[in-house]
T-cell receptor, first 116, second 111 residues
Framework: GAVVSQHPSRVICKSGTSVKIECRSLDFQATTMFWYRQFPKQSLMLMATSNEGSKATYEQGVEKDKFLINHASLTLSTLTVTSAHPEDSSFYIC????????????FGPGTRLTVT | QQQVKQSPQSLIVQKGGIPIINCAYENTAFDYFPWYQQFPGKGPALLIAIRPDVSEKKEGRFTISFNKSAKQFSLHIMDSQPGDSATYFCAASNNTDKLIFGTGTRLQVFP
């Protein structure tokens, strides 16, 4: 149980284009979904928190117009990197949470974005 | 005050050894302390978690020790195996639901 998928697993795009990453909770309905970014050999950096049907809450320093988050349903959230630049190249990971006493976060397998 | 400090940065043990990874926190409002295991190119996987009302939790070969007064918690891996080679992250959260991650420990277990 508690499986989270991400699509695509890898994507290469050209500078200036936009890329959409999907995050789905496959066998449970997620209270909240989170989007993280991870640089090589570093920890996870929280970008934003998203709840179904409401606007995402972005962490300080994360540009909301560049990283568009849509939380369409209790099982689907999308992250769109708009007008991508090489510095946006990173490993993007989503998590979906479910409250069972405490709020447990289950992570997706991640998406490797390379902007050329 | 929101930080979680993790050490060591890297750890090398032989098969069968017991690596220990330590974390410390400041925020006394934290009430949930999970450990995640991450393999290269993969997302983190929840390994084991503890709440502050117990001092120890064991699941298989993985044990969390929790010291509430010292605001420290640690992960012990019994009878470590080469397949345990991964990066381990501690984390902490309170009712805000956000996880505050440690900086990670890269563990290598040699045969």
């Amino acid at each position: 149980g508690a499986v989270v998928s991400q699509h695509p697993s890898r994507v290469i795009c050209k500078s200036g284009t936009s890329v959409k990453i999907e995050c789905r909770s496959l066998d449970f309905q997620a209270t909240t979904m989170f989007w993280y970014r991870q640089f090589p050999k570093q920890s996870l950096m929280l970008m934003a928190t998203s709840n179904e049907g409401s606007k995402a809450t972005y962490e300080q320093g994360v540009e909301k117009d560049k990283f568009l988050i849509n939380h369409a349903s209790l099982t689907l959230s999308t992250l769109t990197v708009t007008s991508a630049h090489p510095e946006d190249s990173s490993f993007y990971i989503c998590s979906a949470s479910v409250r069972t006493g405490v709020l447990k976060q289950y992570f997706g397998p991640g998406t490797r974005l390379t902007v050329t | 005050q929101q930080q979680v400090k993790q050490s060591p940065q890297s750890l090398i043990v032989q098969k069968g050894g017991i690596p220990i990874i330590n974390c410390a926190y400041e925020n006394t409002a934290f009430d949930y302390f999970p450990w995640y295991q991450q393999f290269p190119g993969k997302g983190p996987a929840l390994l084991i978690a503890i709440r502050p009302d117990v001092s120890e939790k064991k699941e298989g070969r993985f044990t969390i020790s929790f010291n509430k007064s010292a605001k420290q918690f640690s992960l012990h891996i019994m009878d470590s195996q080469p397949g345990d080679s991964a990066t381990y992250f501690c984390a902490a959260s309170n009712n805000t639901d956000k996880l505050i991650f440690g900086t990670g420990t890269r563990l290598q277990v040699f045969p």
